[in-house]
Nanobody
Framework: QVQLVESGGGLVQAGGSLRLSCVAS????????MGWYRQAPGKQRELVAT???????NYADSVAGRFTISRDNGKNTVYLQMNNLKPEDTAVYYC??????WGQGTQVTVSS
């Protein structure tokens, strides 16, 4: 059974940084595309960033240049480094493996 466990969320002031982690189990991580998504209150879940098994990255326009997705296949972990955070980045952030599996989410709150 595939499990994804996120961590690293919290409360930070605007301009600050956070690093999210997602540890995967029960899947062949090295051949899985991984992604980070977020959902703000009253809004639909949206893509933040994705990374392929080969390391190709894709970012939403709203986070490009501020966020960096990376992966460590030896640790079955995908990361999201978030810099220069803005209040509009406040959301629950979810890890996704492939197209089917989701983590439980971690809250990120950015105060102005």
């Amino acid at each position: 059974q595939v499990q994804l466990v996120e961590s690293g969320g919290g409360l930070v002031q605007a301009g600050g940084s956070l690093r999210l982690s997602c540890v995967a189990s029960g899947t062949i991580f090295s051949i899985s595309s991984m992604g980070w998504y977020r959902q703000a209150p009253g809004k639909q879940r949206e893509l933040v960033a994705t990374i392929t098994p080969g390391g190709s990255r894709n970012y939403a326009d709203s986070v490009a240049g501020r966020f960096t997705i990376s992966r460590d296949n030896g640790k079955n972990t995908v990361y999201l480094q978030m810099n220069n955070l803005k209040p509009e980045d406040t959301a629950v952030y979810y890890c996704r493996s492939g197209i089917r599996y989701w983590g439980q989410g971690t809250q990120v709150t950015v105060s102005s």
